[in-house]
């Protein structure tokens, strides 16, 4: 045989060999056998490069080019199901679906609901040519790439079988329990967030850049819908069988019922049995089977009236509670943490729950020695959700503390928060390093070769304790005495000097005023131009400013009254940071618009609404909501409101188009 033909040949076997262990896992021959052929495959590629093929079984390694995604429009809209926890809206569901078919008789198709993200896969003769996620629904990214990695996902059915020619097969791409535990594993082991779920690995993992990322994360995935004409038959379980056929893996806990005793039998036993499967579920899909009735009961707006998603409970234990700690985290804010006697929880053992803050564990009226029940919900930290009914207690239940646990100062609770916050920002250890954490972070001052980790490190030493300490550090200081050479050192203090041309508005972002976020930063940037027209400012002149609040004014006249903080600007400004806007931004400055109100109403051509409002601060003026006799004029794009427009005419305001404000920001000296 030459060796074009092996290759064919090779594909086709790896293909099957494929689908034998990561489908039906039960592989016919031994890894080290599939090794040998893979690796046969792999030579005999290298050396025919014009019989490329994505689709190969030894492109599923993924590469480590970085893939951007191209937006798709789905075929069909990708619809989502109607929700529920409850048994008696099942039942609603079975009798409107009776009714709905005026009483002819129906099966009910029971599925798992798997807890993944949904994909799209597109099929032309036998070959995957596309695969895209949910996205909104209407369109989704192309993942194709990262799709092929996915060892269950057939990249090629087998010749012979009755597959259509073109067909969509949608379904749920899932990080087994297995590979999430062994990711966060990893993901712990150097220092790297955790994903809260599979789910939020798994979507993580499907949109990375990278697909030799996803190829080593063991993603895994479930078809449970099948479509396209020319579709096998009238019935949506028979249809998956075939797909099952074709090489497809869906799943073997699919009933056909014709009862609503029979939906409820399947609900009940996987309630309980689904904590034995590889894979995260959250509920079960009921579909009326058969594609007829599906078609006559037609849809609502937003989903099918065929089929309903019913959620389990999230697990639930109960343990004793033995103590109440309480944390403070980066941004000052203090969480209740509980102490229980270890308890068996959805596979893990747990010891501590969140109480989230003083109002919850209020409404919870702790003691300890409580018979507590704990849940897990989708996320990594449990919660405490209510007492036992056999908890028998009384007194005063445990208190929130009124102190910072860490260093002493007492607690504030800004209005509309649920957290309590500790306010010593410039001298409690976590939030100091929360600050320098935020200084460093990639939309403030982005000293991007320094890691939390690093900063920790830093600041335990002595380093640090301040963001502007970074700007005095030095080779010397930081060099590791057993390191060879010092590269990375150097790399950090390389980053460390180059944030110095950070421009002004991230400046103002990362000094870390409270409340003052990116969009609040670049606002007083634009509109004060200095840092120190910002500190002079006064509440009145804050207030005035579109997108500034009352809260946010407060929180900068705060700051800047502190002297600490005050110090640590003269600071960054001795080691060369912005503190102004550069020249360019200066230029689009001035204030010509001073002391005017000025409505903006309609669609315009040239700039956006937004840019429009950040014109008119930008050069003094003020964007107000509604006209009333103080408006100065109405900038009026097309399609301005009959209302605004008849009640500008009788006050006798002035309608400027948008090209004569343009002009007039233009050629008006100020
Ligand atoms: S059928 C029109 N079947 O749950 C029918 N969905 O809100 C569309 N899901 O977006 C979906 N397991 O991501 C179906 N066996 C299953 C499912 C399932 C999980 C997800 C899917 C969908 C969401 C429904």
Redesign the pocket.
């Known amino acids: 045989m030459d060796e074009k033909a092996r290759i064919l040949q090779l594909r086709d076997e790896l293909h099957q060999h494929n689908f034998r262990y990561y489908v039906e896992n039960a592989p016919v021959i031994s890894d080290q056998e599939f090794d040998f052929l893979m690796h046969e495959l792999q030579d005999l590629e290298a050396k025919h490069p014009e019989m490329f093929d994505a689709n190969s079984p030894t492109q599923r390694v993924g590469s480590d080019l970085n893939n951007e995604f191209e937006t798709v429009v789905h075929s069909r809209p990708?619809?989502?199901?109607g929700?529920t926890y409850n048994r008696e809206e099942v039942a609603d569901f079975w009798q409107r679906v009776s009714e709905g078919l005026m009483g002819a008789p129906f099966q009910v198709c029971c599925?798992?609901?798997?807890d993944g993200?949904?994909i799209s896969l597109h099929y032309e003769e036998g070959r995957l040519v596309r695969a895209v996620t949910?996205g909104d629904g209407v369109q989704g990214d192309d993942v194709t790439a990262n799709v092929r990695t996915i060892r269950s996902i057939p990249l090629q059915l087998p010749a012979g079988a009755d597959y259509p020619k073109q067909f969509e097969i949608?379904g749920?791409v899932l990080m087994p329990w297995s590979s999430f535990d062994r990711l966060n594993k990893e993901r712990e082991e150097a220092g790297e967030p955790l994903f809260a779920n599979p789910r939020n690995a798994a979507s993580g993992t499907l949109k990375s850049k990278n697909s030799s990322t996803v190829a080593q994360r063991g993603l895994d995935a479930y078809l449970?819908?099948l479509l396209g004409d020319g579709i096998p038959g009238d019935g949506h379980y028979q249809n998956l069988e075939a797909a099952a056929r074709w090489g497809f893996q869906v799943s073997k806990n699919m009933r056909l019922v014709d009862s609503l005793e029979g939906v409820f039998e399947y609900i009940d036993y996987w309630d309980k049995e689904r904590r034995n499967l590889p894979v995260a579920t959250d509920g079960v899909?009921l579909?009326v089977n058969s594609l007829a009735q599906q078609k006559s009961l037609g849809m609502t707006a937003k989903?099918?009236r065929w089929?309903i998603?019913y959620k389990f409970q999230a697990e639930q234990a109960e343990t004793t509670l033995r103590q109440v700690v309480f944390q403070v985290g980066r941004t000052g804010a203090v969480t209740p943490v509980a102490n229980m006697d270890p308890v068996q929880l959805a596979g893990t053992q747990v010891r501590r729950a969140t109480l989230h803050n003083a109002d919850v564990m209020a409404s919870l009226d702790l003691h300890v020695g409580d018979r507590v029940l704990v849940e897990k919900g989708g996320e990594i930290i449990p919660k405490i959700v209510g007492k036992a009914e056999s908890s028998e207690t009384g007194g005063e239940a445990i208190p929130f503390v009124t102190n910072c646990p860490v260093c002493g100062s007492k607690l504030v609770r800004y209005e509309g928060e649920a957290a309590h916050y500790c306010p010593n920002d410039t001298g409690c250890p976590p939030l100091i390093l929360g600050r320098i954490e935020h200084f460093i972070s990639r939309k403030a001052m982005n000293i991007n070769s320094l890691g939390p980790e690093t900063v920790d490190d830093y600041y335990r030493q002595g380093l640090i304790h301040d963001a502007a300490d970074l700007y005095e550090l030095t080779e010397k200081q930081l060099a590791d005495p057993l390191a060879s050479d010092n590269k990375g050192v150097r790399k950090i203090l390389a980053s460390i000097e180059e944030s110095k041309q950070v421009p002004f508005e991230r400046v103002l972002y990362a000094i870390g005023i409270r409340f003052v976020g990116e969009i609040a930063a670049k606002t007083l940037a634009r509109y004060y131009g200095s840092i120190d027209k910002v500190a002079e400012a006064s509440m009145e002149s804050l207030m005035q400013i579109n997108g500034i609040g009352e809260v946010i004014a407060n929180s900068v006249i705060q700051y800047f009254a502190n002297p600490v903080n005050r110090a640590f600007v003269e600071r960054l400004r001795g080691y060369g940071l912005q503190m102004e806007l550069g020249e360019q931004q200066k230029q689009a400055r001035s204030n010509k618009l001073e002391g005017q109100s000025i409505v903006i109403s309609g669609v315009f051509q040239h700039h956006s609404r937004d840019e429009y409002k950040a014109l008119i601060e930008q050069h003094g003026g003020k964007n107000v909501g509604s006209i009333s006799n103080k408006t100065s004029f109405v900038l009026a794009g097309e399609n301005m409101g009959p209302a605004k427009l008849e009640k500008a005419e009788k006050l006798g305001i002035r309608i400027m188009s948008e090209d004569e404000f343009l002009t007039l920001l233009d050629t008006q000296d100020s």
């Open positions: 990708m619809l989502s199901l929700n599925e798992l609901k798997f993200l949904s949910r949608r749920e449970y819908y899909v579909k989903s099918p089929a998603a």
